[in-house]
């Protein structure tokens, strides 16, 4: 290296590889339940809030499903009616021959008819309501199919990727697209275990792109992993390769948007007294 690269390296603590992402990563968006894409909400690149449309699937089958489902649960409740009333007939019944009693064996068998018939008409009447309560839950289910036939952004972001086509049927859980969601850029350096003790959360660092390295990003030290693994980016160690190339992912905060999800970088971190990184 030339003597001005020598001397430039020697302003960092540390630099290492990294990539650009986003807390969490990209959102995959998947369709609760199977259907074709009937059509698109948004294009790929489009902005968009949280709830608002991304796709809409095929609500034939659902709308169907749902329609025959709120049927069988008005019969039931209209079924149920008819029990309930059976059941207070019955009643009135037993009290009327509780209250005037036939003499002998013939008083004794009506009464006990009037019972059997009150069992009866609760037993039939308590069926009914479990009946009703699994139409009411049929109906239910029905209707989350039919909501979750409308696939809506879980998050404020913007569409990166549209995976599925117009006409086609996506598998339930099947993933419709990518969501890049709002918030701060990051990046997850692979920081080299010779380096480990030179930097610390807070520290000030210089992000530049390895493809293009002139514009000079500032970021902040967030975290500095606690386990080594394999290096997650090329040519991890930098200007201070060594021979085993275990890594710690060191991840750092942004101060602007300007760089790409994915992204490649190079992570140049500056002494804890280094005054900010211009912006």
């Known amino acids: 290296p030339s003597a001005s690269a020598s001397a430039a390296d020697k302003r960092y603590v540390a630099i290492a590889r990294g990539r650009v992402d986003v807390p969490g990563g990209l959102l995959r968006v998947a369709a609760p339940y199977g259907g074709r894409v009937e059509r698109w909400g948004v294009e790929p690149g489009a902005a968009v809030k949280q709830g608002e449309l991304l796709a809409q699937l095929d609500i034939r089958e659902p709308r169907m499903a749902l329609e025959l489902a709120q049927a ?30 036939q003499p002998g064996t013939a008083g004794t068998q009506a009464l006990e008819d009037a019972r059997f018939a009150v069992v009866y008409a609760g037993q039939q009447f308590a069926a009914q309501e479990s009946a009703v309560l699994v139409e009411k839950q049929r109906v239910a289910q029905a209707t989350q199919v039919m909501a979750a036939a409308t696939v809506r952004a879980p998050a404020d972001g913007r569409v990166v990727q549209r995976i599925a086509q117009v006409g086609e049927y996506v598998e339930p859980h ?19 275990e010779a380096l480990i003790t030179r930097v610390q959360v807070g520290m000030r660092a210089e992000v530049v792109s390895v493809a293009e390295g002139s514009v000079v990003h500032g970021a902040r030290v967030l975290n500095v992993g606690e386990v080594f693994g394999p290096p997650r980016t090329p040519d991890t160690a930098g200007s201070e ?10 991840l750092l905060e942004l101060d602007d948007k300007a760089l790409r999800v994915g992204q490649r970088v190079l992570v140049r971190f500056l002494p804890a007294n280094a005054a900010e990184t211009p912006k």
């Not at 209209?78 to 009290?95: C, H, N, S």
């Not at 969501?179 to 080299?192: H, S």
């Not at 390769?241 to 060191?250: F, K, L, M, P, Y």
């Open 174 to 192: 099947g993933l419709v697209l990518h969501l890049l969601p709002d918030g701060p850029r990051i990046v997850r350096a692979d920081l080299n």
């Open 72 to 101: 069988e649960h008005a019969r039931a409740v209209a079924q149920l009616d008819v029990l309930r009333t059976e059941l207070l007939v019955a009643r009135a019944r037993r009290e009327r021959v509780i209250a005037a009693p």
């Open 241 to 250: 390769q060594i021979a085993d190339n275990r890594v710690v992912e060191c």
